[in-house]
């Protein structure tokens, strides 16, 4: 019988969320009696292991699910909700179909974006948003939605009415919609259950620990989607991502810089990637697009990053590749 739907290689990625998710609870068991400096080096852990976990882990299982059998990737979902602090069936659902359907896209003539998490949304004209807007302020927001997510006992955490873009996300094929529904509603219960646990395992490691990490590694996040898409032209779907093609980071990240070419075919696993790009070589090399010589994250060192999406109509055509490192 077929276990992995796509390579046995998804079993690292399975490897680092089993290995997050017991690192988190020795954190949480040990919080008390460790030093200063444990602590310090605890709580760095934890933010890099929830940024990892998003930006890589959750976002490629949403991707492309690791297994055949649909109550394993049901029960990888609800594993990585604890993981991440949030529902990944509802991140599949809001990543997958907004996001990928319009591409970051700028602002229409009622002065707003279709991605319901596009850069520009809270941008001033044509402009995206500030770093500090979408990344800071972001996070903020996530987090207060989540605190309300997690006080939805009343409803046994259901997807309620008023969870309009979640409701217009799932498909309307009614057997496939109740199932990502009920998946929601698993993750949200794993989460929940599972921050309870940690408050009776270390109410101060939660405290203290866990929620400012929680956070940072969603500032962290939005730093990464910010500088995906800053400065890109959103106008052609050869130019309105940026990649990052550095080995090292490509290596330990499962092809995560190849974001011009993820958004090309969302649905390709990882380790296709560079034969994406390979396939649209042509049509990425005849246009003007932005090419990070840093990864996403460390988006800010990348000072010499035009911004094509202020003049996209001069752009798109043939032109030259800059910061190009391969």
Avoid at 273 to 299: C, F, N, W
Wanted: a positive charge.
């Amino acid at each position: 019988m077929k276990i992995w739907k796509h390579t046995p290689m998804d079993a690292a990625l399975l490897a680092l969320s089993v290995g997050q998710w017991g690192a988190t609870w020795w954190l949480a068991a040990t919080w008390d009696a460790s030093s200063v400096l444990a602590r310090a080096l605890g709580f760095a852990l934890l933010v890099a292991m929830m940024t990892y976990n998003i930006i890589i882990v959750s976002h490629l299982f949403t991707h492309a699910a690791w297994f055949e059998a649909r109550w394993l990737n049901a029960l990888v979902s609800t594993l990585n909700s604890i993981n991440i602090g949030q529902s990944v069936e509802a991140y599949r659902l809001s990543h997958v179909r907004n996001h990928h359907r319009y591409n970051n896209d700028q602002k229409g003539v009622d002065g707003k974006t279709k991605d319901r998490s596009s850069t520009y949304q809270d941008g001033q004209g044509d402009e995206h948003a500030t770093l500090f807007r979408y990344a800071v302020i972001g996070a903020l927001s996530t987090v207060i939605k989540v605190g309300g997510i997690l006080l939805a006992i009343g409803r046994a955490w259901r997807v309620g009415p008023h969870e309009r873009d979640l409701l217009e996300y799932a498909t309307k094929v009614p057997a496939t919609r109740a199932r990502e529904l009920r998946q929601v509603q698993r993750d949200r219960i794993a989460h929940a259950w599972g921050v309870c646990f940690f408050l009776i395992v270390s109410w101060k490691w939660t405290l203290i620990c866990y929620l400012p990490a929680y956070f940072l590694a969603l500032t962290l996040v939005n730093v990464q989607n910010y500088y995906e898409h800053y400065g890109a032209a959103p106008s052609s779907r050869y130019t309105d991502s940026v990649s990052h093609y550095g080995r090292l980071y490509n290596l330990l990240s499962f092809n995560d810089g190849y974001h011009q070419e993820h958004h090309l075919r969302p649905q390709t696993h990882w380790s296709c990637m560079p034969k994406v790009r390979y396939v649209h070589e042509k049509q990425l090399d005849s246009v003007t697009r932005t090419i990070s010589p840093v990864p996403a994250i460390l988006g800010f060192f990348d000072r010499r990053r035009k911004l094509l999406h202020l003049r996209a109509g001069a752009t798109i055509g043939v032109g030259v590749v800059h910061d190009r490192d391969d």
